[in-house]
């Protein structure tokens, strides 16, 4: 089975321009989320969507938005971008409604601002 | 400030040996906690998990072990191989079903 998927897999961007990531979750898995890595840190959260709704929303600017479709796939899409949103972005899928937390990575997206 | 914290940067360990992860947490509402492993340009790998009822996981090589009263948690990598060389998350499952994250400890297993 495939598993989470995201792409483009590198981007460079300019500052105050607007970004789009996507992220196809692992077959049977209605959950995704977002985070944030930068270098020497943990991932941050930053999105979680079941069912194509907003679940859960880490501390981050209204410039981060996302979405998901009713295939489960999901953008993040980033506004007027910043030096310090220079990052690797994590997708990761999950199951809801049982007693498993899991949640499994893709490859993450690059995104260097510049 | 951080809910989740991994105080050892670095771990150098040979070939064979016993590899302890130490993660310590501060909020006592946490009932779930997991640890990834990640290699570079890769996304982190699921490895292990532990569900607050319970103090003790095991699965092959790998073994976390759970004390609540002092907020920490360790993972135990027996025998350690080169191949597990990695940078090792500790998380605990957050109140949105998000994952709460460590800064990480690098892990080198020396041949």
């Known amino acids: 089975d495939a598993g989470v998927t995201q792409s483009p897999t590198h981007l460079i961007k300019t500052r105050g321009q607007h970004v789009t990531l996507r992220c196809s979750p692992i077959?049977?898995?209605?959950?995704v989320s977002w985070y944030q890595q930068v270098l020497g840190q943990g991932p941050q959260f930053i999105f979680q969507y079941y069912e194509k709704e907003e679940r859960g929303r880490g501390n981050f600017p209204d410039r981060f938005s996302a979405r998901q479709f009713p295939n489960y796939s999901s953008e993040l899409n980033v506004n007027a971008l910043l030096l310090g949103d220079s990052a690797l972005y994590l997708c990761a899928s999950s199951l809801i409604g049982t007693s498993i937390y899991e949640q499994y990575f893709g490859p993450g997206t690059r995104l260097t601002v510049t | 400030d951080q809910q989740v914290k991994q105080n050892s940067p670095s771990l150098s360990v040979q070939e064979g040996r016993i590899s302890i992860l130490n993660c310590d947490y501060t909020n006592s509402m946490f009932d779930y906690f997991l640890w990834y492993k990640k290699y570079p340009a890769e996304g982190p790998t699921f490895l292990i998990s532990?569900?607050?009822?319970?103090d003790k996981n095991e699965d092959g090589r790998f073994t976390v072990f759970l004390n609540k009263s002092a907020k920490h948690l360790s993972l135990h990598i027996v025998p350690s191989q080169p191949g597990d060389s990695a940078v090792y998350f500790c998380a605990a499952k957050g109140s949105q079903g998000n994952l709460i994250f460590g800064k990480g400890t690098k892990l080198s297993v020396k041949p």
């Open positions: 532990i569900s607050s009822i319970k």
């Open positions: 077959s049977g898995h209605k959950s």
